[in-house]
């Protein structure tokens, strides 16, 4: 589950993490009312930004004209105008596409004096199954294009998950930053409270790009989160009602909230087949080999190891709800799963949802005959696919066929 900004640094500043003051608002009175706080606090320059699930916000552009989706602000009046612009308009980024995404609530925080800025993240290392920190002096820059072309500008270390992490390992990653010797101490802190966020969140994610040494009015600098994105593991969230709470469903689409509702892993994708499958790994494979056949997949959909009849069910309405979709492939393993309940299901959802487009069916694994001959007597028309080769090129000839 993915989360604001503002949200993010609630958590952060909670753990510890120093972060710019500000709040969030929905309105024109609240955006008036916290830049007047600010201001009157001492701040000289506000930074307004739009809150959305996308990043590029300071170079997306609004459906209306207006031009950028961060701006900064040197008085209250010009805090209220740039809000009036965007509260309630659609921002369009590299990352949203043309669709873009309505700004429902922007962040109005302090605009801190940047003297350099770094990159800061802790994540999941899936060959080690460990978390860890990863560090780079070039702040302000897509990681990846970091990796590719300057490597060795990437600190990364390793930790622990039964030890935490280990305060030489912190000091490391501020060496590493080159921050000033007197902030040594400062840096190698909120690293150490950054990896907590992450820890004590179960987040999959942390990222603050930039991490930042900023300048006071007095010349006194220290490290500060300037920006931050936090992801959380969806399989946590039952230990975590605060953060649950903070999700945001008007970021989300329609079809990905309600498979949420069954436990559907769903992701809607561009194309005309859609695919429902039991396994990531096995999600990806037949959403691969669509595409070796010619055809374009219309979503992820992967019912896990145990969907029910319901389940599957649900996973055929929400399929049949996008109207791109014209074909579907089914493409089971019974390992822990039943292909006899799987073929109930199909044969439950064919039925309640009218299917009127080509259906491909591939099942293997436990109860495999048993689910076959469930589809063969129900009367319907269903294809069988006797591999995930054969079931992937019938799927897409088929789809040909009736367009």
Excluded at 94 to 112: C, M, P, W, Y
Excluded at 250 to 256: I, K, R, T, W
């Amino acid at each position: 589950m993915n989360i604001h900004e503002y949200q993010a640094k609630q958590l952060l500043a909670k753990h510890g993490v120093n972060v710019p003051s500000g709040d969030p608002c929905t309105t024109l009175a609240d955006a008036r009312s916290i830049a007047d706080r600010l201001f009157g606090q001492g701040d000289e320059l506000l930074v307004l930004k739009a809150q959305i699930h996308a990043g590029g916000r300071g170079k997306g552009t609004f459906k209306s004209g207006f031009q950028g989706g961060v701006h900064l602000c040197r008085s209250a009046d010009e805090v209220e105008e740039k809000a009036k612009a965007m509260l309630g308009e659609v921002l369009v980024t590299k990352q949203t596409g043309e669709v873009g995404r309505q700004v429902n609530t922007l962040l109005i925080a302090s605009a801190e004096k940047i003297i350099s800025e770094f990159y800061l993240a802790v994540l999941l290392d899936r060959d080690t199954g460990k978390p860890v920190v990863m560090a780079s002096t070039e702040g302000g820059m897509d990681i990846e294009e970091v990796a590719e072309k300057t490597p060795e500008k990437i600190v990364r270390v390793g930790v622990d998950p039964a030890l935490g992490m280990m305060p030489y390992q912190a000091r490391k990653i501020a060496v590493g930053l080159n921050v000033p010797a007197n902030l040594i101490g400062a840096t190698a802190k909120l690293v150490a409270n950054v990896y907590n966020t992450f820890w004590e969140t179960d987040a999959s994610l942390v990222e603050i790009n930039p991490l930042c040494l900023v300048e006071d009015g007095d010349g006194k600098q220290d490290i500060c989160a300037v920006d931050a994105k936090i992801s959380i593991d969806d399989n946590a969230l039952y230990r975590h009602k605060d953060i649950l709470a903070m999700r945001d469903l008007g970021e989300e689409a329609p079809l990905e909230i309600e498979a949420s509702k069954f436990d559907l892993n769903y992701i809607k994708l561009d194309g005309s087949i859609a695919c429902l499958v039991n396994g990531a790994g096995l999600a990806m494979a037949t959403m691969d080999i669509i595409k070796h056949f010619g055809g374009s997949p219309a979503n992820f959909l992967d019912v896990g190891g145990g969907a029910s009849k319901e389940q599957v069910t649900a996973a055929f309405r929400i399929i049949l709800s996008d109207p791109n979709v014209k074909g579907i492939l089914v493409n089971i393993f019974g390992g822990i799963m039943q292909c006899d309940v799987i073929a109930q299901g199909i044969v439950a959802a064919a039925r309640e949802t009218q299917l009127a487009i080509p259906l491909v069916v591939r099942l293997e694994g436990n109860n495999v005959e048993i689910g076959k001959k469930i589809l063969d007597e129900s009367g319907l028309t269903i294809i069988n696919g006797d591999t995930m080769a054969d079931a992937a090129q019938k799927i897409v000839d088929a789809v040909e066929t009736s367009a």
